[in-house]
């Protein structure tokens, strides 16, 4: 039964493996389906680059590289001419950003209107490290107000020690007669 | 003071409920242009009727009016048309086509069989003058003032609602500015 549970196993992770390997090379021949010539490595680079920051503008959550959508196709053949007539990084986000605005590009810019956005879990996150740290300082003050002598806390310290001994021994004394 | 730290919580929820139920029901897909308040883009190209002639952005001034892109493809461009064809002979609206990404052909069978209540065509064959009006699809309508500013993109289908609630108001406003 073990050995079957383990070669069924075996089987599943094998399979796994497969579909894994298969969504692999699926999504590399995605994006090696570029019908477009580029002079220099570096060139293919950015265009890989900005296929993958820009946005649908017809899909919420898919980028250039990722959509079927007619106008998806034609932004990457746009792409690509802005590349090949030498637009720097600047002026091709430029290009877009007056055409489609702040909405094709993946990452909010910083400002006025995306503030919220970017700094809200920043200052949740300070606000509930200064909440943390002032309830340990509570906590520890109240501990210290109990307001013992070492010598005290000793002594209550021994007491506590020795009341578990005697129920260790009372524990060891039930078991030898329960024994007999 | 102890005790109002107790409603705390509930008054951040009831902050954050307002806040969030406020904005429900608004469209996530609304997306506002770009290209607001500049002049319609550069562009030269045909009349789908008579591709001799080349149309310039010159062509849409002097009147506030609407750009409707649209395609034969297009099926919310058909359920929209007989609305467009209402507004443009009911109420006079200068109505302009921007014939998108679409087979001259087909385009010309479609207005045939549907009818054509637009002044001209702009045939924008490879979808270029789509990218810099920043369209996405069709359909869309852009409304610009009579020195040729784009004042407002719609997307979507054009129907009674968008017209009495948005188009209408505004052209009107327009034809009063000078």
Known sequence: MKQFICASLIAVSAMMAVVQADKVSAQDSSSAIMPFDFRTDAERLRYQHFSKVLRCPMCQNQNLNGSNAGISTDLRRELYRLISEDYTDQQIIDFMKSRYGNFILYEPPINKATSVLWFTPILLLLLGLVILVSMVRRQTAEIDEVGLSTDELDAVRQELLGVHHGAGSAQAEHDKLSRE | ?178
């Open chain 2, 1 to 178: 003071m102890q005790r109002l730290k107790l409603f705390l919580p509930l008054l951040i929820f009831v902050l954050l409920a307002a806040l969030l139920f406020g904005r429900l029901g608004e469209n996530p897909e609304y997306l506002p242009s770009a290209l607001i308040d500049r002049t319609i883009p550069d562009f030269e190209l045909p009349e789908l009727h008579d591709s001799a002639k080349m149309l310039t952005p010159k062509d849409l001034r002097g009147e506030p009016g609407l750009l409707n892109v649209w395609a034969s493809w297009c099926f919310a461009c058909r359920v929209e048309h007989p609305f467009l064809t209402k507004i443009a002979s009911e109420y006079g609206v200068p109505l302009y086509g921007l014939n998108y990404k679409n087979d001259i052909v087909e385009a010309q069978k479609w207005l045939r069989e549907f009818g054509d209540p637009y002044r001209f065509h702009i045939v924008d064959r490879s979808g270029r003058l789509g990218i810099d009006l920043g369209v996405a699809g069709a359909p869309e309508t852009f409304v610009f003032d009579r020195k040729g500013r784009i004042r407002l993109r719609h997307i979507g289908i054009v129907d009674d609602k968008v017209w009495s609630g948005t188009l209408q108001p505004l052209l009107q406003r327009l034809r009063a500015e000078q």
